[in-house]
């Protein structure tokens, strides 16, 4: 049954998981007790900026755009299967860590140094997300995952301009979970991690014990 659904785009599989992983998110994020707060001695180096609320929610349409031509365009079965499954499993560890240890974070400014569109739209942002599990950083963790399927799909190698874009828009998601004081440093280095080790179990399994030769998801 597993190799038959690798044989093919199983393109079903992501709205599935879309219900799946929204229901448990607002489930715990409604039952969420003894909260261990993350904090790194870095975070207190690390100004607000609200204009970087901007890549923050450009990170939806990027995962969205990603899916899309993954599902329908240019990339293969082998791609396709590596991109749903690296966002998949590592959307279901972080479940899983906020489930058995939840966390959270208490850097987020009491009053905005400014006013402006860009504060308004920060303000809208903490009202919608609460300061709870955080760890690790998803808007991270999916950042690399989409950079590194956009830079091994075979159908993008000669879009240079296209990979640039997918580095610059990577790095400044990135960037503005600290920024807008979304995440703290340990968050980003979690998320790092995580994207470390799936990538070695999905694109690169001959690096595990036993040098296999296919990739994970083949």
Request: hydrophobic share 50%; with cysteine.
């Amino acid at each position: 049954m597993l190799k038959s659904l690798m044989s093919k785009k199983a393109r079903w599989l992501i709205p599935i998981y879309t219900v799946f992983y929204v229901a448990a998110f607002m489930f715990l994020e409604q039952h969420v007790t003894n909260v261990h707060i993350i904090s790194s001695p870095l975070d207190q180096y690390i100004p607000f900026c609200e204009y970087f609320v901007i890549p923050y929610y450009l990170w939806f349409l990027y995962i969205i755009a990603i899916l899309i031509y993954f599902s329908f365009f240019g990339a293969d079965v082998r791609e396709f299967n590596q991109l749903v499954f690296s966002l998949g499993i590592g959307m279901t560890i972080f479940l899983f860590i906020s489930w058995v240890w939840p966390n959270g974070l208490d850097l987020r400014p009491e009053t905005f140094p400014r006013d402006n569109f860009f504060t308004g739209l920060v303000a809208d942002l903490y009202q919608r997300d609460t300061s709870t599990n955080v760890f690790p950083s998803i808007h991270v963790y999916n950042s690399v995952v989409a950079f590194i399927a956009i830079n091994r799909c075979k159908a993008l190698r000669k879009r240079k301009v296209i990979r640039a874009g997918a580095f610059v828009l990577s790095t400044l998601i990135i960037l503005s979970t600290v920024f807008l004081k979304q995440h703290s440093v340990a968050d980003v280095l979690g998320a790092f991690v995580m994207n470390a080790v799936l990538y070695v179990i999905i694109y690169r399994p001959e690096l595990l014990p036993g040098r296999v030769k296919k990739t994970a998801v083949e």
